[in-house]
T-cell receptor
Framework: QKEVEQDPGPLSVPEGAIVSLNCTYS??????FMWYRQYSRKGPELLMY??SSGNKEDGRFTAQVDKSSKYISLFIRDSQPSDSATYLC?????????????WGAGTKLIIKP | GEEVAQTPKHLVRGEGQKAKLYCAPI?????VFWYQQVLKNEFKFLIS????????ETGMPKERFSAKCLPNSPCSLEIQATKLEDSAVYFC?????????????FGSGTRLTVV
């Protein structure tokens, strides 16, 4: 079993829809949770960062961490065609793991105009 | 500059040949991380540096892979005697504060194809 599970999709939704992306994980010691967006042939770009549990909002993006369920989510409101990309969750123990990131497989998101 | 520069963008090597990849981190970032992205988006940690010192090399296949970060030079990742399974995109990321919301800034990657 992988440490971080993420549905690879593709997930196709119409423009303007609310998108929900999720990851589950097995290591309860993870403290840092991140969502990256990766466009084709580009490097990952940090979208959201959360330390421990809770919600974080930034514009149209909301990240949620539920440590009791070992489940994290990314919500995208008013989705745009430019949001079409692969979304990767990543987690870390922080200093205890020398800041290594453990990655999900990525979900390919397609926003249809 | 404010971007991580990776060269070359593409590299094709015959099996058994050497491959060398370069990464110029963002100025002022003291940490450099190398990740390998294989099929199905699987990212695998290889090695990290704090300035010119190896910080964590637990992901490196030591028999064929080596890496350096020397002062005033781009960091490098070298693969001796490449194998077909080394075909992947190699990403370099740099960070000033890796355990914070500053996170990592990734380069655009080097796509290595071993034929």
């Amino acid at each position: 079993q992988k440490e971080v599970e993420q549905d690879p999709g593709p997930l196709s939704v119409p423009e303007g829809a609310i998108v929900s992306l999720n990851c589950t994980y097995s290591n309860s010691a993870f403290q840092y949770f991140m969502w990256y967006r990766q466009y084709s042939r580009k490097g990952p770009e940090l979208l959201m960062y959360t330390y421990s549990s809770g919600n974080k909002e930034d514009g149209r993006f909301t990240a949620q961490v539920d440590k009791s369920s070992k489940y994290i989510s990314l919500f995208i409101r008013d989705s745009q065609p430019s949001d079409s990309a692969t979304y990767l969750c990543a987690m870390s123990l922080g200093f205890d793991s020398n800041y290594q990131l453990i990655w999900g497989a990525g979900t390919k998101l397609i926003i249809k105009p | 500059g404010e971007e991580v520069a990776q060269t070359p963008k593409h590299l094709v090597r015959g099996e058994g040949q050497k491959a060398k990849l370069y990464c110029a981190p963002i100025k002022g970032h003291s940490y450099v991380f190398w990740y390998q992205q294989v099929l199905k988006n699987e990212f695998k940690f290889l090695i990290s540096f704090q300035n010119e010192n190896v910080f964590d090399e637990t992901g490196m296949p030591k028999e064929r892979f080596s890496a350096k970060c020397l002062p005033n030079s781009p960091c490098s990742l070298e693969i001796q005697a490449t194998k077909l399974e080394d075909s992947a995109v190699y990403f370099c990321a740099s960070s000033q504060y890796p355990g914070t919301n500053y996170g990592y800034t990734f380069g655009s990657g080097t796509r290595l194809t071993v034929v």
